[in-house]
């Protein structure tokens, strides 16, 4: 495929320099539907980005589409701050009895703003209100949002200079496979809990990734995760999981940390939750922990109906009969024969990949590499972005609704790529 840049004209002179995909990918996109979308010349493109995660069930998926131009068409309620409405009452009852009570979690629903930093911001603050203590863990080549109390816990330089000032009451420690198994997990954690000249303050919380997609796809082990459960629960700490970008079934299960068999103590949502693209987020707390004051914590948008409304069509359509986590798991082996293949023909012993579900990397130990496989692919009408703290992982997050047929064709044009940028 031939793609010409088109004149960006008023992008370039009127929006900010912050922008990055267009910078990537250089069309103006028109439409899209399912895995496909369609720039303004006519250009067809695969989708392995599915909105950074936000869309699990594809674009302008039907049956959400459906459920969304019914509520809009009869005038139902779109901003509603935290009143009570009907669409609200249908996503709850839908999550309760298909997510929350089969999985027997006992889980408290807290809707923020519309944001993942937001719901990241609201489980800090809850967690330091119920601990009465400021300091927060978090890990390596973590990331959890571009909000101050987020980027204090997030790992990656480049985002946390952005800030502006010191970002305080937030500690790393080592992510899984950090020091490649060299050192036991969590020595260096529990000595420095364990001393009293460390410097390093009884922290209120936890907050982890089971799989790290901005960090490089970098995925934890289910024992590490049932360590770092049991450290909390033994030093007092609260754990909380940012399921953002992994959860609502991106890894198989509707939340990631199944696989590992914990219950953390605080889980936020976003992206595919609405199911649709909308703004829409969770926090989720175990019941003792709602200490909250009426107000404490609130947003404009904390009740965005439409969204419910697709959240609770997505659920009630594709979570009711168990079949979502199952054909996940055969995509993802599909797509980890594919990257197994696509390394061993590189002959570069740097070249590997890792993965859960349909979240998988390939890592290359130059990141220019990475880059120049996303680009060429961008030009065989396949979306790819990087990630990694270098930009040296390709990263792949197909709808959960692909076609095996549309899965092995991108992987194709993947492989293609990888090797005309040899």
């Known amino acids: 495929m031939t793609i010409t840049p088109p004149a960006l004209s ?3 002179t009127l929006e900010s320099e912050v922008r990055s995909y267009c910078r990537g990918w250089p069309a103006v996109f028109d439409h899209a539907r399912g895995c496909r979308v369609h720039d303004e010349d006519g250009h067809s493109y695969l989708d ?31 901003h509603g701050l935290d009143m009570a409405t009907t669409a609200k009452r249908a996503f ?12 027997d979690l006992p889980y408290k629903v807290m809707f923020p703003g519309p944001t993942g930093t937001n719901a990241v911001e609201a489980a800090l603050k809850l967690a330091r209100k119920v601990k009465g203590r400021e300091s927060v863990v978090s890990f390596t080549n973590a ?10 816990v997030t790992g990656n330089a480049f985002k946390r200079a952005g800030a502006g000032i010191p970002l305080v009451h937030g500690t790393p420690m080592p992510f899984d496979h ?44 289910a024992e590490w995760l049932r360590a770092l459960q049991s450290l909390c629960e033994r030093r007092d700490m609260l754990l909380i999981v940012d399921d953002i970008q992994m959860g609502c079934g991106r890894t198989g299960g509707f939340f990631s940390f199944e696989e590992a068999g914990i219950t953390p103590d605080i889980v936020t949502l976003s992206k595919s939750i ?18 909250w004051e009426p107000g404490e914590h609130n947003g404009t948008f904390r009740g965005h109906n439409p969204a419910f409304v697709t959240a609770a069509a997505a659920l ?21 024969e594919a990257l197994l293949a696509i390394a061993a023909e590189s002959g570069d012993p740097g070249v590997c990949f890792r993965g859960r579900g349909l979240v998988w990397g390939l890592e290359f130990t130059d990141p220019r590499r990475a880059g120049a496989v996303c680009s060429r692919a961008f030009e065989r009408g396949l979306l790819l972005e990087t990630s990694g ?34």
């Open 316 to 336: 009630d359509t594709y979570w009711a009969d168990g079949q979502m986590e199952k054909q996940t798991l055969v995509r993802g082996e599909q797509v980890q």
């Open 143 to 152: 990331f959890h949002g571009m909000s101050l109390g987020s980027l204090a």
């Open 92 to 103: 709850l009852e839908s999550f309760q009895n298909i997510v929350l009570r089969p999985r």
């Open 48 to 78: 392995f980005f599915a909105g950074a995660g936000s869309l699990n069930y594809g674009h302008n998926n039907p049956v959400l589409k459906r459920a969304l131009l019914d509520y809009i068409e009869r005038d139902g309620i779109v």
């Open 10 to 12: 008023v992008f370039e």
């Open 274 to 291: 609405s199911g649709y693209g909308l703004p829409m987020s969770l926090c989720l707390f175990k019941p003792e922990l709602d200490i």
């Open 389 to 422: 703290p270098r930009g040296e992982v390709v990263k792949l997050l197909p709808p959960l609704t692909i076609t095996p047929e549309e899965l092995d064709e991108g992987l194709r044009v993947l492989a293609r790529s990888v090797r005309e940028t040899a």
């Open 178 to 221: 950090y020091f490649d198994g060299t050192v036991p997990d969590f020595l260096w954690f529990e000595r420095l809990l364990e001393d009293r000249g460390s410097g390093l303050n009884q922290p209120a919380a936890v907050i982890v990734e089971t799989v790290q997609g901005e960090g490089g796809i970098n995925v934890a082990r």
